[in-house]
């Protein structure tokens, strides 16, 4: 299939490791995203840990898991049930381990978690333990616990949230943050089960649970599966909302329209759905509104697709070599593979006709401006043009985000100039996302190209010139002289000057200063004009060129048996266009023959070394003769 199929794909440089075997053991690093590998060798009592080097230790039994603490400074091994031994890897501390057992009688550690370089939480079935490690005192000290029967536990390094699955039916879910050598219990929330098991047993698993955080706000996402029985048998995704102050609630609903086995991912603020069966993902924006459906209950953004195929044989997501982690990782233990997953934006384009619905999702999303850009020019060209209601509507959103900037950096400098207020905290620079598309933006890459195109009707131009303006004054925004420009040359160019007159008086246009040249146009009209202003109007037209468009204009206004004919032949001439020359050359030979009887220039006129240019590139011959009678 072509690249245009594929809006998913995985980073073009994986991070390799030793894959997963019979002597081998991998385990992922969640707060470092990074896979640890142990060879384990029984015949020489040694095995060995690799991340980015090799460390060897004493073979004391089988590793559980083996994680790093943030920055890979101290490394934490679990071997039993019991306890988790830790050696330093900071500079100039020996690499000797110590050893720290739960303080829980009778208790099993379920695992561990790094919540900061030398923080630790030991997760084990009867609560949890938050640890600081002393790497020079080689020990640990306990700073809080919890007791509280777990059955399972999952865990988000970018909040330092740990997620407690409690009580018989595992779907009562108590949240604990850490912070700074702070352990905070937050509020918890209960996931509706499809079926309520009798007797009561274990019903949730972590398989069905992913924590992320989307849009600056941290969820919980759980994979609901119906019963056949339901009317609806098809899964769900559930998105519980987790503050870090007050209780959870239920948001969102994902419908998946079909069943089996599912993993998840959240790829720039994206839910990604993986389906094992068919091999195929889809991805879901829980800002975008479904008109027909409830509120926040979302179907998929695009069709289902693969994954871009990788240039190692691989198959697609597939549980028995595949092995998903959040946000957006992806394993392949088996072929030893870490890669991040990654949304195309190019092939969205085509897949999502609804321009508006296609610019809100664009907008949302990192590297999407010259998406954007490209979005904005193929609907004002081609077979895929659009209306302009749709031109417009896309104008105001790009428009209102671009607003919204404006003012954010607006607040920031008075705050700024105005110094900090007592009690308020530090405000930080608004950051210029891609998704800010300004004016400079628009005319760069898509409104000067398209005044220039000859197969696009001109009042189609003009009116989305016009409609863009219109979106920005909707929004206070000053339009840039240069957009007015656009606009003046455009109706020179077709000759529209009854329509710039109506622009003018309406005050459609701009009569700012930099636009002087407009306000006499507009004088002009509307007859008031001073005697010089269209000789200004003729200069800029020439400055920029537009030999022609500077005839047609004098000679609307009835001045053409008054200009200067040098000034046009040498404007003609520097413009590099023979054939422009000549038409140049001989409007002027017909003026002089209508005024004097004569094709020839008066010696006053100045225009010798044109007459020369003009047989060195036509011939003598060319030159009008003069009539006889």
């Known amino acids: 299939m072509s690249e245009e199929h594929y809006y998913l794909e995985l980073c073009e440089n994986p991070v390799q490791f030793e894959n997963a075997s019979s002597v081998n053991n991998v385990f992922f690093d969640e707060a470092n995203k990074q896979m640890s590998s142990n060879p384990h060798s029984h015949a020489s009592g040694r095995s060995y840990t690799y991340i ?15 994680k790093f603490s943030i920055g890979n400074k101290i490394l934490a091994v679990q071997r039993t049930p019991k306890s988790v031994d830790f050696i330093n890897f900071i500079p100039d501390y020996p ?16 695992g561990f978690c790094w919540t900061n370089w030398n923080e630790i939480v030991f997760i084990t079935d009867q609560g949890i333990e938050f640890y600081q490690v002393l790497p020079d005192k080689r020990s640990l000290k306990l700073l809080k616990s919890q007791s509280i029967n777990v059955n399972w536990y999952m865990y988000c390094p970018e909040t330092a949230v740990i997620l407690l699955s409690t009580t018989f039916q595992g779907n009562v879910l108590q949240p604990f943050a850490f912070k700074s050598g702070t352990m905070s219990k937050m509020s918890k929330f209960e996931i509706e089960l499809p079926v309520v098991p009798k007797p009561a047993k ?4 972590e398989r069905d649970i992913a924590v992320a955080n989307i849009y600056g706000q941290l969820y919980v996402m759980y994979l609901k599966h119906h019963s056949r029985t339901t009317d609806s048998p098809c899964a769900e995704v559930i998105l519980y909302q987790l503050p870090r102050e007050g209780s959870c609630k239920k948001t969102n609903v994902l419908k998946l329209n079909t069943t089996g086995k599912f993993a998840l991912n959240v790829v720039d603020n994206l839910v990604v759905v993986h389906h094992q069966s068919t091999q195929t993902s889809i991805i879901f924006d829980i800002k975008l509104r479904e008109p027909d459906c409830a509120l926040n209950v979302h179907q998929p ?51 999502l006709q609804d321009k508006g619905k296609l610019i809100d999702f664009l907008l949302r999303r990192r590297d999407c401006k010259m998406v954007i850009l490209s979005v904005c020019s193929q609907m004002l060209n081609g077979e895929d ?16 985000v671009f607003k919204e900037y404006l003012e954010a950096e607006q607040t920031y ?24 598309i300004d004016q400079s933006d628009m005319y760069t890459h898509v409104l000067s190209s398209f005044t220039e195109k000859k197969d696009v009707s001109h009042k189609f131009i003009i009116a989305v010139l016009m409609e863009y303006i219109r979106s920005l004054n909707q929004v206070q925004i000053t339009v840039q002289h240069y957009l007015y420009e656009l606009v003046i040359k455009t109706l020179v160019h077709h000759s529209l000057f009854y329509m710039l007159h109506q622009f003018l008086q309406y005050h459609v246009l701009s009569d700012s200063k930099p636009l002087v040249i407009l306000c006499r146009i507009g004088c002009f009209f509307q007859r008031i004009l001073l005697s010089t202003a269209n000789d200004e109007i003729v200069e800029v037209l020439l400055s920029k060129q537009q030999v022609l468009g500077a005839l047609r204009f004098i000679r609307s206004v009835g001045g053409n048996d008054n200009i200067s004919a040098r000034k046009f032949l040498d404007a003609a001439l520097q413009t590099a266009d023979q054939m422009l020359f000549y038409t140049i050359f001989r409007f002027f030979e017909q003026r002089n023959l209508r005024l004097r009887g004569s094709p020839s220039f008066n010696p006053g006129e100045h225009c010798e070394e044109h007459v020369v240019y003009f047989k060195q590139v036509f011939g003598e011959q060319a030159l009008m003769k003069q009539a006889t009678v």
């Open 52 to 66: 980015h080097f090799l460390h060897r230790m004493d073979d004391k039994g089988e590793v559980k898991c083996i």
């Open 385 to 400: 043009k659009g209306s302009l209601p749709v031109v417009a509507t896309v104008f105001d959103k790009l428009n209102q």
């Open 301 to 351: 953004v695009l069709p289902p697709r693969s994954i871009h195929p990788y240039r190692i044989p691989l198959t697609g997501i597939d549980s028995s070599s595949w092995s998903v982690f959040q946000p957006d990782i992806i394993i392949s233990a088996s072929e030893g593979y870490q890669w991040y997953l990654q949304v195309k934006l190019p092939p969205t384009v085509n897949l």
């Open 202 to 205: 274990l019903n949730l698993s």
């Open 95 to 110: 690499h000797l381990e110590f050893s720290q057992e739960c303080k829980m009688k009778n208790a099993s550690i379920l």
């Open 413 to 436: 400098t008075v705050a700024m100039e105005s110094g900090p207020s007592r009690g308020s905290a530090a405000r930080e620079r608004p950051v210029r996302t891609q998704a800010v």
